[in-house]
């Protein structure tokens, strides 16, 4: 397969520029300097590189909507936030390969025409932050950044910004917000950050992966970047696998891969003993796949999404025959009640009430209705938000239960008796509310789902 | 132009226009907590959700600029819409306590309307909720404002007013999520001299006035449509009142004098303009009360002479805050009985700064809402000032005079032409004064005649811009007090023996007619804003010694 | 009130010369401000808010959206363990009651000697470690019963 992100990430010492530039690095910078902005970003263009930061969206037309004026600066905003629960995969590029991400970073920027650019990163990366920080010290010192790129006259700054601790601060308008000193509430669109983004001026987010695929593509050329892959997917994907899975880690993979064929090679299988019951292939915030359901979906946007999910940021999370589906969606929507930065009225009401309803659920106070009542706030929620962490927090509720129904039914109390008070059993009102042993009793006893494929 | 069509409704609109004003201008009711239209647009309550043709998802029609063609339906037409806006509503209620019998805002409260819509509201809600996120209730932010946080539904409109049209930025939300909760640092008492706003742009309980708290329940209140007379800006306001006692000013929208706002001192002008001080019958030097017949009387006899002219020479001096039909009868009065007169309204020093600003908003530093009223006027066709009548007196050359005088409704109590005015008064022995209250500086009048106060009489003031204004009458005056007019009426009469009309819109129609500047207004279509606007904002200066700026 | 050192005087200074806002400065500031303090609270908000130009209920919003700006001061050093549901599916419920009630504290909590901060987190981006957590900004895991006593002891000492 081909390697375009992984290339060094092996490579000891790669944090070193001399060391780097050995393997390559910013060649690819260099190639972009000597052409024209305009025809960089066709180039970008014509690879069909898509946005790894989740949403996919075509890398080279969305630089292409800046136009700068001489009193508009242009910002480029490189999103290291990687808070999607399960992503770990910019974290990796960040800490083995830093001057790939700046030679990324560097090329985006000289691109749309910004001379200031910004590495947002995670609060929880901090100890990243020092490894980027040398790696632009080393490359400012050699003449790659500054005031003249590598000698062509075009200048750059790079600073690192590290946030402190909000999921949000990854959406991009979020990340705007939290770079200018305010609470991370994203922002209504129109206006798109690329007519007023960063201190309303134009200004690109870029995902850390994504800018790293630009080093190649300007050393290799769009077609051949273009042929990696398949169709409207183009080029590779960093896959962070975790979770119930023999070998975590996080791969490179062609897009087009066989998503059980991964699991089961690049990720060793399943724990002994143990088979496939369910995996979320890109983070939290897209529909679960059950085993069966995955069986057929390859490593792609096209495939992930016929079969109703995304490909996402590729943070894959595998469940094994042991996992609990209940327990695990109300974590997962814990997370979006604590994250939602509450701001809008659906998300901020919608979230905790999702959460608290599964935890009434678990807690064995559920009410017969609660999984429809689950489904339908969902459904109020979805396409009425400002930012996406609305939508993301319905996807996983609304999958889990219609995947893994009968395992949330068992929690559920039963349907009122509709017979008469007189004609019924036993001795004194019957309990409308199930107690905790219960529901205890309902969770280790082994509950019919959908059937665990094998691998 | 683009050109947009809401529930069926065509309207043309400028670029950039939102979907929300293109509805709002074609009446067409969209449901919204967090769109203001003084404030920018931040597109977070989701109230105003509308569905437009071809888009695959509904949007919020406060931030959605409008591009040719579209057609919008809204939650009156559309069930998806209402669909969604009752989710939103839902969402709301989730958390919101239910405070409804004892919360203010009732009878005011957005929720509770949208609540009750026919079209979008929440009949029956599968949301039976246990716990409610709690939080902090009946802050006191200050003596203006009271803050219920439980209440709030985080539309932060309050949050950009403080921050961004006020500027002090006192108010702001902490946490995130269901947590998130309104708070002033420390519970600090704001000092936002605009904190009245707050109630009145707060769309439910959360925030609402101390000084109205529990007062009155709204629907008791009638509403008159007036102007603040509390400084030269002339805020556009709203008198509610009740059984002839006035309740509170609320500010109304006029984009081209005061946006949506007042400041908090003209919020509470009607206080001291319905003080306990008033003067409510006429009154001898001595302490007398008399009747109004013996009040003109009385009046007669101090400005009359029996030299050949049947008058004395006269200075008369009217406040910049008398409506500008009590300044034509004024002025009729003065130039038609006394041959030998000096006119003037320039009382205190304030009014050089007639255009001069207080702050970044809307306070200025004259207190006069009329000053270019009078200006227009011709009160003070010579140079001079009340510094040059006072020295003029204490040489002994001393005149009859005439003061009609309204003491400021903001700012301190005693004025600081108050001192000037008493010894004024100490040096006539012939003096007639029109007020409106009784005032320790004024004690040493001859005789005092009571007038309306603002409010409680109709009339025009002229703004710091020229914007010329209509002042409404919510109240009747205390006691046997009468609209100036009417007392200048009854004085013209006396001495010219010719009664003037008295109803507002016959003085208006004089002042179109003999005024350069109003040419062409008409009374029923103010408030107006004048072709050119004389003087330039900043400072004025008029004679030539005149009245300099600070 | 407790002045603020030279030293994150002068950080503050540097991140508020980076762009013409001031404003831009907050988030820096914050950080250093906790890092120095080990907490944000009214004290640091109103010397915050003087040196920005900003008013403190605006530095007050800003540093209670984030979960690693606190209110009350933490321990000398904060153990953070992931609840994120990879670390979850890989057993750190367990793991964390037992790390909590071994220094019986809850969520959020700090040693009685005042010592060490133990908090529950969201997935912190190193989930093939699972289950892991942070020991101030360096990364741990993957964590066991044992390799956590150990963590523990190595701190008391
Ligand atoms: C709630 C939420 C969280 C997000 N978090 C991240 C993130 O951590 N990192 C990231 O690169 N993009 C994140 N995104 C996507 C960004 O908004 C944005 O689309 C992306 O950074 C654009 O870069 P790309 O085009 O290179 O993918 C998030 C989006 C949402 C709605
Ligand atoms: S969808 Fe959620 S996270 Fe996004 S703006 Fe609304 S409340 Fe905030
Ligand atoms: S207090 Fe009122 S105005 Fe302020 S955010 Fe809450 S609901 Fe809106
Ligand atoms: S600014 Fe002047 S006119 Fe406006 S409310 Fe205040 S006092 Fe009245
Ligand atoms: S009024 Fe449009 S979102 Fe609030
Ligand atoms: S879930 Fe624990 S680090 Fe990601």
Same mark, same amino acid.
């Given at each position: 397969m081909t390697r375009i992100l992984t290339r060094h990430t092996d490579q000891p010492d790669q944090v070193q520029l001399d060391v780097a530039r050995r393997g390559g690095a910013y060649q690819g910078f260099e190639a972009a300097l000597s052409r024209s902005r305009q025809e960089v970003i066709q180039e970008v263009e014509a690879s069909g590189l898509r946005g790894?930061?989740?949403?996919?969206?075509?890398t080279g037309r969305k630089w292409s909507f800046i136009h700068p004026a001489p009193d508009r600066p242009v910002y480029l905003l490189c999103n290291?936030?990687?808070?999607?629960?399960?992503?770990f995969k910019d974290h990796y590029l960040l800490k083995r390969d830093p001057h790939l991400v700046l030679e990324g970073i560097a090329i985006a920027a000289y691109a749309i025409g910004a001379h200031k650019a910004y590495?947002?990163?995670?609060?929880?990366y901090a100890s990243l932050a020092m490894v980027m920080a040398g790696a632009i010290e080393q490359a400012k010192a050699a003449g790659i950044?500054?005031?003249s790129c590598l000698g062509s006259g075009y200048g750059l700054r790079v600073s690192i910004q590290l946030g402190a601790?909000?999921?949000?601060?990854?959406?991009e308008t979020g990340l705007i917000q939290s770079l200018e000193g305010?609470?991370?509430?994203p922002r209504v669109r129109p206006p798109f950050p690329a007519s007023?983004?960063?201190?309303?001026q134009p200004t690109v987010v870029n995902n850390v992966e994504t800018l790293a695929n630009l080093p190649w593509i300007m050393t290799e050329g769009a077609d051949r970047y273009a042929g990696v892959g398949t169709g409207r997917s183009a080029g590779t994907k960093l896959v962070s696998l975790s979770g119930q899975v023999s070998r975590p880690g996080v791969y490179e993979v062609t897009m087009g891969r066989p998503l059980l064929q991964f699991l089961n090679e690049e990720g060793g299988?399943? /724990?002994?003993?143990r088979q496939l019951?369910?995996?979320?292939?890109? &983070?939290?915030?897209v529909p679960i796949l059950s085993a069966d359901e995955a069986a057929?979906?390859?490593?792609d946007y096209e495939s992930m999404q016929a079969a109703g999910t995304m490909l996402g940021s590729g943070g894959m999370i595998a469940f094994d025959?042991?996992?609990?589906?209940p327990p695990a969606l109300l974590r997962i929507a814990e997370f979006y009640a604590h994250e939602s930065?509450?701001?809008?009225t659906p998300c901020r009401e919608g979230t905790g009430w999702m959460a608290w309803v599964l935890k009434r659920l678990l807690a064995g106070?559920?009410?017969?209705n609660d999984l429809d009542l689950l489904l339908r706030t969902g459904d109020n929620m979805e396409g009425r938000t400002i930012c996406g962490l609305g939508d993301a927090a319905v996807q996983p509720v609304q999958s889990f239960i219609r995947k893994f129904r009968p395992e949330f039914e068992a929690?559920?109390? /039963?349907?009122?008796?509709?017979?008469p008070p007189w004609q019924?059993? &036993?001795?004194g009102p019957r309990s409308a509310r199930m107690g905790p042993p219960a529901v205890e009793a309902a969770l280790s006893e082994p509950v019919e789902g959908p059937p665990t494929a094998s691998l | 132009m683009p050109l947009v069509t809401v529930d069926g409704q065509q309207i043309e609109v400028e670029p950039g226009a939102t979907i929300i004003q293109a509805a709002d201008r074609l009446g067409v009711e969209i449901p919204r907590f967090?769109?203001?239209?003084?404030l920018r647009p931040?597109?977070?309550?989701?109230?105003?959700l509308v569905q437009v043709e071809g888009f695959a998802r509904l949007v919020v029609a406060c931030a959605t600029p409008v591009t040719d063609g579209m057609v919008v339906s809204s939650p009156h037409t559309s069930a998806e819409t209402a669909e969604a806006v009752q989710g939103v509503l839902e969402f709301l209620l989730i958390?919101?306590?239910?405070d409804c019998p004892i919360?203010?805002?009732?009878?005011?409260c957005s929720l509770q309307d949208f609540y009750m819509?026919?079209?979008?509201?929440?009949?029956?809600?599968q949301v039976d909720v246990v716990e409610k996120v709690r939080k902090r209730k009946r802050?006191?932010?200050?003596?203006r404002i009271v803050l219920d946080?439980?209440?709030?539904?985080?539309?932060s409109r309050c949050v950009r007013f403080s921050a961004d049209?006020?500027?002090?930025?006192?108010l702001q939300f902490i946490h995130r999520g269901n947590r998130v909760e309104l708070i002033a640092f420390e519970d600090r008492?704001?000092?936002?001299?605009?904190?009245?706003?707050l109630a009145d742009l707060?769309?439910?309980?959360?925030l609402t006035s101390r000084d109205f708290r529990?007062?009155?329940?709204?629907?008791?209140l009638a509403h008159t449509d007036s102007v603040c007379?509390?400084?030269?800006?002339g805020c556009n306001l709203r008198i509610d009142h009740a059984e002839n006692r006035i309740e509170r000013l609320v500010p109304r929208r006029n984009p081209a004098v005061n946006s949506s706002w007042i400041c908090d001192e003209g919020r509470l002008s009607y206080l001291r303009a319905n003080?306990?001080?008033?003067?409510s019958q006429p009154l001898l030097s001595g302490g007398e009360e008399v009747a109004w017949p013996d009040g003109i009387r009385h009046a007669q006899e101090l400005l009359a002479?029996?030299?050949?002219?049947?008058t004395r020479p006269l200075l008369a001096l009217a406040s910049a805050s008398a409506t500008n039909e009590s300044l034509l009868l004024f002025k009729h009065l003065v130039t038609r009985a006394f041959p030998h007169h000096r006119l003037d309204f320039?009382?205190?020093?304030?009014?050089?700064?007639?255009?001069?600003?207080?702050?970044?908003?809307l306070r200025r530093w004259?207190?006069?809402?009329?000053t270019m009223g009078a200006f227009y006027l011709g009160f003070s066709e010579q140079p001079g000032g009340l510094d040059d009548y006072l020295q003029a007196a204490e040489a002994g050359d001393c005149v009859a005079l005439v003061l009609l005088y309204y003491p400021p409704l903001?700012?301190?109590?005693?004025?600081?032409v108050a001192a000037a005015l008493a010894r004024l008064l100490e040096l006539c022995p012939h003096s007639v004064v029109l007020t409106t209250h009784r005032l320790p500086y004024l004690k040493g009048a001859s005789l005092s005649l009571p007038v309306a106060a603002w409010a409680e009489e109709e009339g025009t003031y002229t703004n710091y811009q020229g914007t010329v204004q209509h002042s409404a009458k919510a109240t009747e005056p205390p006691g046997a007090a009468r609209e100036a007019t009417a007392v200048l009426a009854d004085l013209l009469h006396t001495f010219t023996n010719h009664r003037p009309s008295t109803a507002p819109e016959v003085l208006f129609a004089e002042l179109e007619h003999t005024v350069a500047a109003y040419r062409g207004l008409d009374y029923q279509h103010l408030p107006s804003r004048l072709a050119?606007?004389?003087?330039?904002?900043g400072r004025m200066h008029y004679g030539e010694e005149g009245f300099s700026g600070r | 009130m407790r002045r603020l050192s030279d030293r994150a005087l002068a950080e503050i200074e540097t991140a508020r010369r980076e762009?013409?806002?001031?404003?831009?400065?907050l988030l820096t500031a914050l950080r250093v401000v906790q890092e120095e303090r080990r907490q944000v609270g009214p004290d640091e908000v109103v010397q915050i808010a003087a040196l920005l130009s900003l008013s403190p209920a605006t530095v007050e919003g800003v540093a209670r959206?984030?979960?690693?700006?606190?209110?009350e001061a933490t321990g000398r050093q904060v153990l953070s363990l992931c609840r994120g549901i990879s670390c979850q599916l890989c057993g750190a419920d367990p793991l964390a009651r037992e790390v909590l009630d071994n220094l019986g504290i809850e969520d959020g909590g700090r040693t009685q000697d005042g010592s060490l901060t133990v908090r529950l987190v969201?997935?912190?981006?190193?989930?093939?470690?699972?289950p892991t957590g942070m020991l101030d900004t360096a990364f741990v895991g993957p964590l066991t019963s044992t390799v956590l006593s150990e963590l523990l002891t190595r701190w008391r000492r």
């Open positions: 790894r930061g989740g949403a996919g969206f075509p290291a936030d990687e808070s999607e629960p399960g992503t590495l947002y990163l995670r609060g929880e950044l500054g005031d601790g909000a999921y949000i601060c990854g959406e305010r609470r991370a509430y007023a983004g960063f201190l309303d299988g399943m /724990p002994p003993g019951k369910a995996v979320i292939p890109g &983070g939290t915030s057929g979906v390859t490593i025959d042991t996992a609990q589906m930065c509450g701001e809008c106070e559920g009410r017969v929690l559920l109390p /039963p349907a009122p008796d509709p017979s019924r059993h &036993g001795h | 967090c769109y203001h239209p003084d931040e597109g977070n309550c989701r109230m105003c958390n919101h306590p239910l919360c203010d805002q009732a009878g005011e819509h026919p079209d979008y509201g929440l009949h029956t809600s802050i006191e932010l200050g003596p946080s439980e209440r709030c539904v985080m539309c049209i006020s500027g002090l930025a006192e008492a704001l000092e936002d001299p605009y904190a009245g706003n707060c769309p439910v309980g959360a529990f007062r009155r329940r709204v629907w008791h007379a509390g400084c030269s800006t003080g306990p001080d008033r003067l002479t029996d030299d050949a002219s049947g320039r009382l205190s020093q304030e009014t050089d700064l007639v255009g001069a600003r207080q702050d970044h908003l004259d207190k006069h809402p009329n903001v700012g301190d109590e005693l004025p600081p050119s606007v004389y003087p330039p904002e | 762009e013409d806002s001031a404003r831009h400065a959206f984030y979960d690693q700006i606190s209110e969201e997935c912190i981006g190193n989930c093939d470690q699972a």
